[in-house]
T-cell receptor, first 114, second 113 residues
Framework: DAGITQSPRYKITETGRQVTLMCHQTWSHSYMFWYRQDLGHGLRLIYYSAAADITDKGEVPDGYVVSRSKTENFPLTLESATRSQTSVYFC?????????????FGPGTRLTVT | SQKIEQNSEALNIQEGKTATLTCNYTNYSPAYLQWYRQDPGRGPVFLLLIRENEKEKRKERLKVTFDTTLKQSLFHITASQPADSATYLCALDYGGSQGNLIFGKGTKLSVKP
């Protein structure tokens, strides 16, 4: 199916574990984004990518690693999960840069770190 | 630093009335402003985009205004329906070429029948 998908949808992990959240889009959009959404903070940008092999930090990058070897995939890795990383994570894509292009969001991954 | 505020966490209105949501920003001048709808357990969905040189934009029952002097956008839903109940997010661009947006915390709209 066309669109943007995330997996897993729900994940429970322990403090200190490595966990990878997957994001896949079928539109061949150049830009991809990772956000986290927490009560009281709204959506905050973690990392973004302008194209394959080009990534950059957003507002809250500490503790996260991204890669983009293919245009359609943008995995987010928590190298050593902490309780403060319990959140809902959204992946998004956009066809181009600039605020004049809408972002398409995935369904989200709810991550709980115990 | 950039700051964006949606000054109502929740808004309750009666079906058929017009819902008006507010988005205020400080410390910068965005060229574009976007509004998204988010239902519980789902990702945000794009609704409307307005440019700084546009005063008003309409789409069906939705209307957005953008006042760069007041640094404010208003989002209106006319003839509201219970199906319009959701959280609405405004988002502004940082400017530049990165394509990054800064999002407000959202306003949860409840339309009662």
């Amino acid at each position: 199916d066309a669109g943007i998908t995330q997996s897993p949808r729900y994940k429970i992990t322990e403090t200190g574990r490595q966990v990878t959240l997957m994001c896949h889009q079928t539109w061949s959009h150049s830009y991809m984004f990772w956000y986290r959404q927490d009560l009281g903070h709204g959506l905050r940008l973690i990392y973004y990518s302008a194209a394959a092999d080009i990534t950059d930090k957003g507002e809250v990058p500490d503790g996260y690693v991204v890669s983009r070897s293919k245009t359609e995939n943008f995995p987010l890795t928590l190298e050593s999960a902490t309780r403060s990383q319990t959140s809902v994570y959204f992946c998004a894509s956009s066809e181009s840069a600039g605020g004049n292009h809408e972002q398409y969001f995935g369904p989200g991954t709810r991550l709980t770190v115990t | 630093s950039q700051k964006i505020e949606q000054n109502s966490e929740a808004l309750n209105i009666q079906e058929g009335k017009t819902a008006t949501l507010t988005c205020n920003y400080t410390n910068y001048s965005p060229a574009y402003l976007q509004w998204y709808r988010q239902d519980p357990g789902r990702g945000p969905v794009f609704l409307l985009l307005i440019r700084e040189n546009e005063k008003e934009k309409r789409k069906e029952r939705l209307k957005v205004t953008f006042d760069t002097t007041l640094k404010q956008s208003l989002f209106h839903i006319t003839a509201s329906q219970p199906a319009d109940s959701a959280t609405y997010l405004c988002a502004l661009d940082y400017g530049g070429s990165q394509g990054n947006l800064i999002f407000g915390k959202g306003t949860k709209l409840s339309v009662k029948p």
